[in-house]
């Protein structure tokens, strides 16, 4: 089930929510935490997924009525606040290539039931603060 739009640039870790999802769910189930708590996505979010979300392969854990989709966002020196999200995976890379570093999300999202999941976040970006940083520890700093 490989995710057509992972990240191959990521500086560091690249963290997964799988075990926060699952546990998620299991409450979800068990009666803890109510269908309207974890259903409750941005109406942005539902936009986004519906024009660019790229298809999981996986139906909705919840509603079991549509496929989710997912949507990256990346949030950075000179980008919108909101953050912007890129429409392709070649978008996405030339927004890892920054100059300054980008923090990037995955989110999970069922247009159904609004059903919004984080998948996993990274680091990328920032050649040049990098590039500062390896020059201070040759010349000893
Ligand atoms: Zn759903």
């Not at 490989?2 to 640039?9: A, P």
């Not at 989710?68 to 392709?88: D, I, K, N, Q």
Request: aromatic share 4%.
């Amino acid at each position: 089930m490989e995710k057509s739009f992972r990240t191959s640039t990521a500086v560091g870790a690249v963290v997964e929510f799988g075990l926060v999802r699952h546990a998620l769910l299991a409450k979800v189930a068990a009666g803890l935490i109510r269908h309207e708590d974890v259903c409750d996505a941005h109406p942005e979010l539902l936009r986004a997924a519906k024009n660019i979300g790229r298809t999981t392969g996986e139906n909705c854990p919840l509603c079991h009525d549509a496929e989710l989709v997912e949507v990256t966002y990346v949030f950075g020196a000179r980008l919108p606040s909101g953050g912007t999200c890129p429409t392709s995976r070649s978008e996405l890379l030339k927004l890892e290539r920054r100059e300054e570093p980008v923090q990037c999300y995955a989110v999970e999202v069922c247009v159904s039931c609004s059903f919004h999941h984080l998948v996993r976040k990274w680091t990328a970006g920032g050649r040049r603060a990098r590039r500062a940083q390896a020059q201070r520890k040759e010349v000893g700093e």
